[in-house]
Structure formats: C-alpha cells, structure tokens
DNA sequence: CGCCATACCTTAAACGATTAAGTTCACCGG
DNA sequence: CCGGTGAACTTAATCGTTTAAGGTATGGCG
C-alpha cells in the first residue's frame, strides 16, 4: 500500500537503517543525508506504519477508553467526555480504543494489548474497573476511584467540595433555610464526596440534612412523593441540589405540578451542567463540570505519563475548577 | 510479556508454524496435536498477539469512528450510538477506534490504520467524511450520506418518511389541522428526509406547510419569536413536529410561557426519543430512533462486510424501523 | 608512514505471527 | 523391491520498523 522504509531507502540508494535513524533524529547519518531523507519522504509521502513500529516496541500507540456499563446510558455528560479525550489524543500518535464494558464478569484479560487505559468515572460497583486498575497498565481515572480500588497513575477530579459548597451558598442567597440534597447514585467518588460535603455544610449552618436518594429509572410518581415528603417537613426542605447528570429539568417539571417550581421562587441548582440547563425555562443554575476539558486533560496527562521513564510514586492528581454559574434572575 | 506462539512451540517441542496451524484451524497438523496445542494454550494463557498478526496479515483488527466535529455536542443520541457500537464489536475480534474530527481541513491521511471505518451521521457539511468515503476504506454509515459523497459498503438507516407520517397522524388525531415541523439543521440526510416527507405530505392533506428552521445555539427569545409568527398565522399552526434531537423540550417550555404547551392541549412530538421525553412533564411523544440498535447493526454490519472477499456490488442498506412511542393521555 | 579514533553507513537480528516451500517417513501399488 | 504419494511436520521467508553490531573510509596525530 502506502511507501515503506525500504521504499524509500531503495528511491535514495541507502540502506533502511539509514533512513530510520535520519527522520527518527538518532545520531548516526549526516546532517545532509538526513535532510535529503526528510525531502523524499515528503515527496513520497511515506508514513511510518504504526504495525510495524508496534511489533518493534512493543507499544500499540493506542490507549484505552473504558466506562462502567451503567455509565453513559442516556448522558450528556459522557458524550462531552468523549469529545474531550479525543480532541486530547488529536494531534498526538496516541489513539482512543473503546473498551467493552467487563462490569459483571470483569474479564480485563481479553482485552486487546494498549498502552494505557483511561477509565471514565469509576463505578464502585464496576468489577471491570478495579480489575483494571490492580492490572498495573497505566490507568488515568476521570475522576477518583473508590479508595478500596488500587491506585491509578494519575486522577483528574473536580472540585466538587467547593462546588458544593458554592451552590448551598447560592441557594441560601436566594432564600433558601434548608436546602436539601437529591443524588441519583452512590457509587461515585464524585456523588460520594458531594454528600459528605453537604452534611458538612449542614453541621456547620445547624441545619438538619435532608438526603433525598432516587435512581433514575424511578417513576415521577415516586420521585414526586419523595419530593413532597421532604417539602412537607415540620422544618420543610425549601431549596434543592440535584447531584446527577441532565435530572435537574426532570425535578423541575415534577416541582412545577406542585407549585414549587424555580418560577415560583424555589431554588435549584443542578450539580452537572449543560446545554439543557441553559435553555431550560427558566434557565437552571448549574455546576459547571467541564466535561470537555475532562477528557482533554485526561488525554494529555496519559500522555504525559507514558513518557516518563517510570511510573510516578503517587498518583498524579489534577483537580479542575468547577465553577457555578448563576442563571435567572 | 504474554506468552507467544514460540514459547508454546517450545513448550510442545514442535514449531511454532505447526501451533499456529493447529490453533488456527488449518490442515497440516494432526487432530491429536491440534488437541494438545489447543490444551497448552488454555494452560499457558496464549493470547495471539495483535501486533504480530496485524503485520503479517496486514489488518489492524481496529474499526475507526468517526463523527462530524459540530455531532456529538452535548447529544443523547451519539451517546447510546457509541455504546451501540462498543457492543456491537465486544464479542468479536475486531475494537472501535474514535477518530478525531477532520471536518476543517478533511486531512483523513494522517488517520492511524484502520481495517474499516463506522461513520456517524455523515453531516452534509463534514469535509472529512466525504474524503473517508472517497477513500476506498470500507465504510458503513448510521444514517445516510448526502447524495454527492462517494458510495458507502454499508448504510443502516431509519425508517424516516414511515416516522414522520406517524408522527403527523398522531399530531392530527389529538385536534390538530395544521401541524407544523421544527427542524434544527440541515446537514443531516434524516433531516432532509424527515423536510421532504413533510411536504408530501401537507401536500396529499392541502395543508399548507409550515417549515420553522432554528439552529441550537439560537436564543429561546428568537426561537420564540419565530414560534408566535407561525402560531399566529393566518391558519395557524396548531401542532408540532420536533425533529431534533433533545430540543421538543426545550421548545415545550417555551411553549408553555405562551399559553401553548401540551398540557394547554397543543400536540408535540419529539423526532428523537430519550429519557428526557419520558420523564419530562407531562411526557412528550418520540419517535424511538433506537440509536443503541443503530450502533449495534453498524458494527455487525461492518464485521460482515470484512469477511466477504470482496466489495459489494451496491451498497448494503438496512432500514430499521423507528416506531412512534405515544405518550400522555 | 602507521595507527587509532571517528563519522557514516550497512548488515543482520529482532519483534510475533502466518504460510509457501521443503523435508521426512510410512505406506501402498505395481 | 522400488517409485510414488500423502500426512505431518519443519524451515525459512515475510510483513515494516528499530537498533546493536560490524565495516570502511577519512583525518589527525605521533
């Protein structure tokens, strides 16, 4: 198919190694020989091939993608992730491989050979993910893996106490005595540090917590009751922070058929933000996660870390800000 | 690393061509030594490798995604897509590789070696795609590619124009006479299907019709705006057809801030399904495009595909059926 | 003039798999 | 008894690249 190092070192009268060492800058060839070489192979177009250079060293040049089967599933928040890890890999000789799902069997050995693997949002009810990370590849997490898990190479994280903290704050500025918590999971460290954040937040202010704990396959009819019960306390819950991918509107619309909705003055805030908060209406003050930005840095610091000569002795840890931003009036 | 075909050669005492034909099936070993390689290799933990198979037999085993740079953003849709694919490939030998978007400059040469190419929703507007098509790569598209590309091996699509009819009966059995359709682009084949079979179809009842064109990232106060001029027209517009993905919503909310929501009894339908529709309040009626499904049948398409010895004459097409999940009383 | 170091290049081996082309040996028919 | 045949292997070449080891001028220096 496409021009080989033999090729070209047939087209230029030398030997292949030549070649390899000129446009590989490895000392060895003349600064002239190297030069002409480098005309050639853009005259002929050569790319190296990547099978070739893999089976040499041993490397792949691709890194894994890896998510929790019950992740993703009707998330815009994945969808960002995933634009991010590949506009990361874009420029570079990296390239992103999907990974199946192992989450019940946990089957990582079957998993074809990379050079890396990044692992979007460790689930702790994901076997897959921590076989993974005790596999010893090197392993970038976005976000933090269950401290039961064996330590990644390096995490990116969010600020998720100052985000929360920021959005009791908001809460609060808008009226709010108590506002409460609606999570939609618990198996993220993300989700996890968010509650613990909240109960801090609550033990500080002298406000007693009120958690309210839905999965997303509930039915509104459940949720609704939930939400009344809470509402409807001797200390009623007169705010709320909805921790959970694109479940804010949801909590929204049920809100409003009981006359609590943000329009009526209640606040909310949604601990994900995203294109459905902005043209919410009302507009629904959001936490800016950066998804995006995510899997960009993601991207970056598995390449930074493939290399280094040798693994780090801590997991590097990045942790992004995650800003509030404040919407209606 | 793992253990290679040498190393099982020397374990057995014989060479390593004869495990390699034991393993894989071919003639020139007995059934006796085929049995023992096929024991050793479940004993040593044998894994061909990738790399080593890939060279030789000149196929990467790697099937590239690719999707327009403007797709994707914050969408359901490609979400469930991608986890289609990644499930669609996860019993096979072969692994989706995303490929980063080439839609400015269509540089598709510097994309890594792939044995076949999975391209989402080819938008009209995407340089890159129309190269990849170009190119010769197997290719099999979700969702077709606009007329002017170079043929796919493969397409799987929706039943748009069936949709579309359902969608406007139902819009018309809940009261309306003159429903109207929402478009959000028109880079996209199922878009321009969905405008066509739209207009035959105003065009069989004598209705009028009435096309209102936004794009995402337009205001809700000129979203509005354009809503009230076909809303109070002449013969006004009294129902409508939203085909876009995440944004019936978005248009429902506005909606309801005039008086014309489907709670008020102005019938809404949704072009794409999600769990937004289902848990919106009240919920919204959706085409179920099944995009999971689309991502699944585009993988086995494609593994079809490569095992054929040759092209096909005309490309593949598999029409999925995209039926209409009525929602609300 | 002779010797050694150096620059620059070639040769060859290696990565791990597949496969065409040889090799060995038993067996069968004439 | 001998040539031919086929089964069951082995040998070796190959895919494209990298790199250690080997070779050959050339120049400097004693």
Redesign the interface.
């Known amino acids: ?1 496409g021009t080989t190092l033999k090729d070209l070192a047939g087209h230029l009268g030398i030997s292949a190694a030549a070649v390899s060492m000129a446009l590989n800058g490895k000392p060895g060839v003349s600064e002239q020989t190297r030069e002409e070489v480098r005309r050639a192979a853009e005259e002929l ?1 050569y ?1 190296p ?4 250079q ?2 040499r060293l ?1 490397r ?3 890194i894994g ?1 890896y998510f929790p089967s019950t992740v ?5 928040y ?3 992730i ?2 991010g ?3 990361g ?2 420029d570079t000789e990296l ?7 192992a989450g019940r069997t946990g089957q990582v ?2 998993f ?2 990379v050079d890396g693997v990044v692992v979007v949002e460790p689930h702790s009810d994901d076997l897959g993910m921590f076989e993974l990370l005790r596999s010893g590849r090197p392993t970038v997490c976005i976000d933090p893996p269950p401290p039961s898990a064996a330590a990644p190479w390096g995490v990116v994280e969010a600020d998720a106490p100052s985000a929360t903290r920021d959005s009791l704050r908001h809460i609060v500025s808008r009226g709010a005595a108590r506002p409460g918590l609606l999570t939609i999971e618990t198996v993220s460290e993300w989700s996890r540090t968010i509650e613990a954040s909240y109960r801090e937040w609550c033990s500080e202010h002298r406000v007693e917590p009120a958690v309210i704990a839905i999965s ?1 396959r509930q039915s ?1 009819e459940e949720i609704l009751e939930l939400l009344e019960r809470e509402l409807g306390a001797d200390v009623p819950c007169d705010g709320l922070f909805v921790a959970g991918d ?1 479940v804010a ?2 909590i929204a ?2 809100l ?2 009981i006359g609590r909705s943000p329009e009526d003055g209640f606040p909310l805030v949604s601990g994900v933000d ?3 908060m902005e ?3 009302p507009p629904i003050t959001a936490i800016d996660l950066n998804p995006y930005g995510y899997g960009m840095q993601a991207a970056r610091m598995m390449g930074a870390l493939l290399l280094e000569p040798n693994r780090p002795g801590e997991p590097r840890i990045e942790r992004l800000p995650a800003p509030l931003v404040v919407r209606g009036t």
């Open positions: 198919m177009g790319r091939n990547r099978t070739g893999a089976l041993s792949t040049n691709t993608v993703m599933e009707y998330s815009l994945f969808a960002e995933m634009r890890i590949v506009a890999f874009a390239s992103p491989l999907l990974l199946p799902s050995r079957d074809p050979e997303a509104n694109a509107p949801r619309g049920l409003r058929t995203s294109t459905m043209f919410h209406t």
